[in-house]
């Protein structure tokens, strides 16, 4: 398997299985809509040379931000905005797709800079109550979430589908589910978060429950067409918590449910925690779990290389790639590998470039 081969998900055909996965920005414009000062020239950039780019974590509620600095897709001014990003990324060549998220305990934060950055943020700042399975605190000196009553729950999977109808009407052509990193489908996931004896808790299948039904909703929003990818935390890296045993199990049910592919990330559920590091580290998730339950599966985690996702490829251990910050400092990577995904000036700059560095430098027009 190469890395420029076409990757096939439902009816969209990601030209290469190279993508740029969600990372949050923390830029929004007022109203959590996207800046198209910022989001539009950040977006088209980053779509040259590859097969899908991931919008970062866009809130289907606003209890459901991390940050007031988040993009929102809760009502439809948001996904007319965002329209305008999905169109830049298609522009390029790339499938646009758009990760929805809920903060669930993890909401009410700052952004991860500057002086108190990455902190809870206080009320009087502009903070509310963040939403959790149970009222345990993300951290220390974070706020106590309120236990989710069932019309809230209920109500978290309908803003989900909501979303997700709102992006398909903006021209996203895939939507991923964050159910990693602490925030609300993998909270209710883990027992470290989810101390619930309700339906929602006390055993696996009630543990898994929100993330099943939430994976339901959004693939009747999506229809029969277009591909629902879910980012999995696939272990917590602290005791008593989700395994990757956990993991295993439950992708062949979401499978069932309606998912595509599976984002293969880990941790987040709570601090401290200490994680492994070093190059490709999350990979053998999405081999592991592509091995054992014939889901197809992306892995991330420090790729920083194409030869590195070339050989993650080649050795089967996922069928697609996502490399996060490398592009997002060196997003002209995938053309310098293959200059015809390029536009025309930049494939002149590229040919340019190589002719430099041979020594033989052509005219300038």
């Given at each position: 398997?190469?890395?420029?081969?076409?990757?096939?998900?439902?009816?969209?055909?990601?030209?290469?299985?190279?993508?740029?996965?969600?990372?949050?920005?923390?830029?929004?414009?007022?109203?959590?809509?996207?800046?198209?000062?910022?989001?539009?020239?950040?977006?088209?950039?980053?779509?040259?040379?590859?097969?899908?780019?991931?919008?970062?974590?866009?809130?289907?509620?606003?209890?459901?931000?991390?940050?007031?600095?988040?993009?929102?897709?809760w009502d439809d001014r948001q996904a007319?905005?965002?329209?305008?990003?999905?169109?830049?990324?298609?522009?390029?060549?790339?499938?646009?797709?758009?990760?929805?998220?809920?903060?669930?305990?993890?909401?009410?934060?700052?952004?991860?800079?500057?002086?108190?950055?990455?902190?809870?943020?206080?009320?009087?700042?502009?903070?509310?109550?963040?939403?959790?399975?149970?009222?345990?605190?993300?951290?220390?000196?974070?706020?106590?979430?309120?236990?989710?009553?069932?019309?809230?729950?209920?109500?978290?999977?309908?803003?989900?589908?909501?979303?997700?109808?709102?992006?398909?009407?903006?021209?996203?052509?895939?939507?991923?589910?964050?159910?990693?990193?602490?925030?609300?489908?993998?909270?209710?996931?883990?027992?470290?978060?989810?101390?619930?004896?309700?339906?929602?808790?006390?055993?696996?299948?009630?543990?898994?429950?929100?993330?099943?039904?939430?994976?339901?909703?959004?693939?009747?929003?999506?229809?029969?067409?277009?591909?629902?990818?879910?980012?999995?935390?696939?272990?917590?890296?602290?005791?008593?918590?989700?395994?990757?045993?956990?993991?295993?199990r439950l992708i062949p049910l979401l499978?069932?449910?309606?998912?595509?592919?599976?984002?293969?990330?880990?941790?987040?559920?709570?601090?401290?925690?200490?994680?492994?590091?070093?190059?490709?580290?999350?990979?053998?998730?999405?081999?592991?779990?592509?091995?054992?339950?014939?889901?197809?599966?992306?892995?991330?985690?420090?790729?920083?290389?194409?030869?590195?996702?070339?050989?993650?490829?080649?050795?089967?251990?996922?069928?697609?790639?996502?490399?996060?910050?490398?592009?997002?400092?060196?997003?002209?990577?995938?053309?310098r590998s293959a200059p015809d995904l390029?536009?025309?000036?930049?494939?002149?700059?590229?040919?340019?470039?190589?002719?430099?560095?041979?020594?033989?430098?052509?005219?300038?027009?």
């Open positions: 398997m190469d890395l420029f081969t076409p990757l096939r998900l439902r009816e969209v055909e990601l030209r290469n299985r190279l993508g740029l996965p969600a990372m949050s920005t923390y830029q929004a414009a007022p109203g959590n809509l996207p800046d198209p000062r910022w989001h539009l020239p950040h977006y088209q950039t980053r779509s040259v040379g590859m097969g899908l780019v991931l919008v970062e974590a866009t809130a289907v509620a606003p209890e459901g931000l991390a940050t007031p600095d988040d993009l929102g897709l007319k905005a965002l329209a305008e990003v999905a169109d830049v990324i298609a522009a390029q060549g790339a499938v646009p797709g758009v990760q929805l998220s809920h903060a669930g305990r993890k909401a009410s934060r700052t952004r991860p800079w500057g002086e108190g950055g990455d902190a809870p943020l206080a009320e009087a700042d502009g903070g509310w109550t963040p939403l959790g399975p149970s009222p345990l605190p993300f951290a220390d000196g974070y706020r106590e979430p309120a236990k989710m009553t069932l019309q809230q729950i209920v109500r978290a999977v309908d803003q989900f589908a909501e979303a997700a109808e709102r992006a398909v009407t903006a021209g996203f052509r895939a939507v991923e589910l964050h159910a990693g990193h602490g925030r609300l489908l993998h909270s209710f996931l883990s027992p470290i978060a989810n101390q619930r004896t309700d339906t929602y808790g006390s055993t696996y299948g009630g543990r898994t429950l929100l993330l099943r039904q939430t994976v339901r909703a959004v693939r009747a929003a999506l229809g029969d067409e277009l591909p629902l990818v879910v980012r999995m935390s696939c272990c917590d890296f602290l005791p008593g918590g989700w395994t990757l045993d956990d993991t295993v499978a069932a449910d309606g998912a595509d592919l599976i984002d293969c990330t880990s941790g987040g559920i709570a601090r401290p925690e200490t994680r492994p590091t070093g190059p490709c580290w999350q990979a053998p998730y999405a081999a592991t779990i592509r091995h054992k339950t014939g889901v197809p599966t992306a892995a991330v985690g420090k790729i920083t290389t194409l030869e590195q996702a070339r050989d993650l490829l080649a050795d089967g251990t996922c069928d697609l790639v996502l490399m996060g910050r490398q592009l997002l400092v060196d997003p002209m990577l995938p053309a390029a536009p025309a000036p930049y494939r002149r700059a590229l040919a340019t470039t190589a002719a430099a560095g041979d020594g033989h430098l052509p005219p300038e027009l």
